[in-house]
């Protein structure tokens, strides 16, 4: 079968059916050490996008080199299925509202579509080559999970009845960050800071004495909610009213005016209205003064009863309409546009608010000292990312809330006797659905009654997601084998992340085994568009990693994601031009392994190799030495780009224009010609092997082809196999001085590349003179080479 000269991406699909059948990746446990991936199962309700087809085609090289060095990896593929998302997209597509549709049958809707969603997952996945340890849902090591599933969910229930009974979950009414678009609770770690063009409101607040002060807010709706104006005790301009109050405009209550530390003597006037709740700010201080709050805003982000007249309006309304009032009765002194940041919901993108809700916590706050330690235990790549972590860790003020009041994720796990209010926590080892099921108990153990009420809030989906760790290295099916392999080897995942997936599992870790989750980290930033702009559907400037492989096909795809730059620093741009530039490299190896199978044979070692070959052999062995060394600390990128500099510029371009003379010239012996063979062979041998992590398909094709093996079931190259010892790279860079000096002397003289030419082979390269001198078709020992 011949090797063609262009990729056709076709042929990726007949070898990504041949590795399914042959189940090439599946993990079966034996004596090779172990390393485990923890994927980040990707949520199913949108199509695998560009972020997701880059990072799981790095993961994938990761996962190929291992292999390849003799590990037993364990690769598994789980899909995210929990949570709101699906619940959004159910509403919205099938027009239902959750509200108006009885649970059991909106949760029903959510499954289907989310059975849906995931084929088309698993399928992206394929095309790309993403060599899981298997695609078939099941419940062994390795195999694909899904975190909806029963058996997922139990592991999570196990863990919240553990963790409960050891007193670290309690309810509580506390004022936590709240979403009306989504109507949960959000823990801090979901709350995104956005800056914005907003307006500050200057507005005069009447004493007591007659006179008036000016304080500037932006949230002039929860004018009702003041309590007090506070203003920096070191700002001597008012100080002279400690102990008088002030008359709120429009609802006319009292309030005093207090010396407090957070008010900014350069933000606004330098007097602050301390309200229930603008934000953070406004919550620490009712605290620290000991005021008692009013709230303005219900669950829906509309304004309550208490809020008066403004009462059924949303925020953004009443704002407006206490504006214009507050103009109205000549309190709006001025408006000016600043910048300023709004909490937002990391979900929605919508404003959050800050009011009060019954909740469950877990505990976290008290283990921050003990969080960091096992921190410092993990291995970042690169290792500046790490400080994301511990920054985080360090912010943490509040404990985390787990619970939501939604339908579509893990129930909570207790049952309330209706007569005494008892809590029942049942034991571990069954997946409860307390909302449609009785406890599994007939009598209350403090007061004997016979009735119960099921929990109706679920977990928040990191609860659930931050088992992953447990779940796929076997916390619950396989003690043994957790127990040997745990921490496991990796996790890879996005820098947005690492408040909540990565620091959730690091505390669920540390309370389940006192362990950290990981030794390594490898932690991403983001793939943008050509410009530096983030993708999106309003920008028009979305890139479909299944539109790229339609086009230029995966390996295209997949080249380009390791040329592109390092994603641990930056972000990395795309674009179709980027891929189709990247993808002549594949272009560039089809015809270097077409030349080699064409016009070489398989050769043994002989025993006198060329100094050329020599020369083109300490190269290949420093290239694996190299490539080896970055790719252990997971720069791929780096070592994919030295392989691909070495394959073309110098194998390609120079190396084997120096020995196609002996393959067609008489005048050079048979031994001459026998090392040109071995020494082509094995580097091409080498080289494929090296790629074979990053492209998989054309690495699978060639090898094949020409060696008669799958490449995936062989090592990874080593230096020893090189059969050279001596260092030949001081004459790498004359070699490639000589040859650039020939080709451009040729081309300054209107000469093609085959004709004769006169100039001196110099002396430091004479032990190559044979071949150079055959290559440039160098007829006297004319000119001098001058450096």
């Not at 800050?354 to 003990?370: G, N, S, T």
């Amino acid at each position: 079968m011949s090797i063609p000269t262009r990729w056709n991406p076709d042929i990726e699909k007949e070898i990504a059916r041949e590795w399914e059948e042959q189940k090439l990746y599946r993990f079966v446990k034996d004596n090779r050490p172990v390393y485990i991936i923890d994927t980040p199962p990707p949520y199913v309700n949108s199509p695998v996008h560009i972020g997701h087809a880059y990072t799981y085609v790095y993961m994938d090289s990761i996962a190929r080199y291992k292999r390849m060095n003799g590990y037993n990896v364990l690769f598994p593929l789980g899909l995210d299925r929990n949570g709101l998302p699906i619940e959004v997209q159910v509403e919205k597509e099938l027009k239902l509202s959750i509200r108006d549709t009885p649970r059991e049958i909106f949760i029903q809707k959510c499954r289907e579509k989310l059975d849906e969603y995931s084929k088309a997952s698993t399928s992206s996945f394929k095309l790309l080559g993403i060599s899981f340890s298997s695609y078939e849902k099941g419940y062994g090591l390795g195999d694909m999970y899904e975190t909806d599933d029963p058996d997922f969910r139990r592991l999570t229930q196990d863990i919240f009845i553990d963790l409960y009974n050891r007193g670290l979950v309690y309810e509580s009414e506390k004022v936590s960050n709240y979403c009306p678009e989504c109507r949960i609770s959000l823990s801090d770690a979901e709350v995104e800071y956005e800056e914005e063009i907003t307006s500050l409101y200057y507005i005069k607040f009447m004493l007591e004495d007659g006179s008036d002060i000016v304080v500037a807010t932006t949230r002039p709706e929860l004018l009702k909610a003041c309590k007090a104006i506070i203003y920096n005790p070191e700002d001597e301009r008012y100080r002279n009213l400690k102990g008088k109050k002030a008359k709120v405009p429009l609802f006319g209550h009292e309030i005093p005016i207090l010396p407090h530390p957070y008010a900014k003597q350069d933000f606004g006037t330098g007097l602050v209205m301390i309200c229930s709740y603008g934000d953070r700010g406004d919550i620490m201080v009712f605290k620290d003064l000991g005021l008692t709050p009013t709230f303005l805003i219900d669950e829906n982000g509309l304004m309550n009863e208490n809020a008066g007249k403004y009462s059924g309006l949303k925020v953004r309304e009443a704002r407006k309409k206490i504006v214009e009032d507050l103009r109205n009765a000549g309190y709006l002194v001025k408006e000016e546009k600043i910048k300023h940041e709004t909490p937002i919901c990391w979900r929605s993108k919508t404003p959050i608010e800050f009011i009060p809700r019954k909740e469950l916590y877990l505990k976290q706050v008290e283990f921050k000292d003990e969080l960091k330690k096992l921190a410092a235990q993990m291995k970042f790549y690169a290792p500046e990312s790490a400080e994301l972590l511990f920054r985080w860790i360090d912010s943490l003020t509040d404990d985390w809330v787990i619970s939501r009041r939604r339908y579509y994720g893990t129930e909570i796990p207790l049952w309330y006797c209706k007569n005494c209010g008892y809590v029942y926590v049942p034991p571990k080892g069954k997946y409860y659905v307390p909302w449609k099921e009785k406890p599994p108990i007939d009598k209350c153990p403090r007061c004997g009654g016979t009735e119960f009420v099921g929990e109706t809030r679920i977990f928040d989906t990191w609860f659930d997601s931050s088992n992953t760790p447990l779940y796929i290295a076997g916390y619950s099916h396989d003690k043994e084998f957790f127990s040997q392999n745990y921490p496991v080897s990796l996790r890879p995942q996005g820098k947005e992340i690492v408040r909540s997936w990565l620091y959730f599992t690091l505390l669920k870790s540390y309370l389940v085994t006192g362990k950290p989750p990981f030794k390594d980290v490898w932690i991403h930033m983001h793939v943008v568009d050509e410009k530096g702009y983030k993708m999106s559907k309003s920008l028009g400037n979305v890139i479909d990693p299944m539109d790229v492989i339609k086009k230029y096909g995966a390996e295209a795809f997949r080249t380009w994601v390791f040329l592109e730059g390092d994603i641990t620093k930056d972000d990395v741009k795309c674009s179709y031009s980027r891929i189709e530039s990247a993808s002549k490299f594949l272009t560039k190896l089809l015809n270097i392994s077409r030349f080699i199978k064409l016009n070489t044979k398989e050769t043994p070692m002989p025993e006198n190799i060329s100094f050329s070959d020599r020369w083109i052999l300490w190269e290949l062995r420093s290239l694996i030495k190299s490539v080896r060394s970055l790719n252990d600390s997971y720069y791929f990128n780096k070592s994919f780009t030295k392989i691909r500099d070495f394959t073309w510029f110098l194998f390609a371009d120079h190396y084997l224009e120096m020995v196609k003379p002996r393959i067609y010239n008489p005048e050079y012996s048979e031994e001459e010609k026998q090392s040109a063979y071995f020494t082509m062979r094995k580097v091409l041998d080498v080289l494929i092997r090296l790629m074979s992590p990053y492209i998989p398909f054309v690495t699978y094709y060639i090898y094949k082809n020409i060696y008669g093996r799958n490449v995936h079931l062989s090592s990874y190259p080593e230096e020893s196999e090189v059969p050279v010892k001596e260092d030949l790279s001081a004459y790498t860079e004359r070699i490639i001085e000589f040859n650039h000096y020939v080709w451009n002397t040729k081309k300054s003289m209107g000469l093609s590349l085959k004709d004769p030419i006169d100039v001196k082979v110099p002396e430091e390269l004479k032990l190559f003179e044979k071949d150079l001198v055959a290559m440039h078709n160098i007829k006297s020992s004319g000119k001098d080479l001058k450096a």
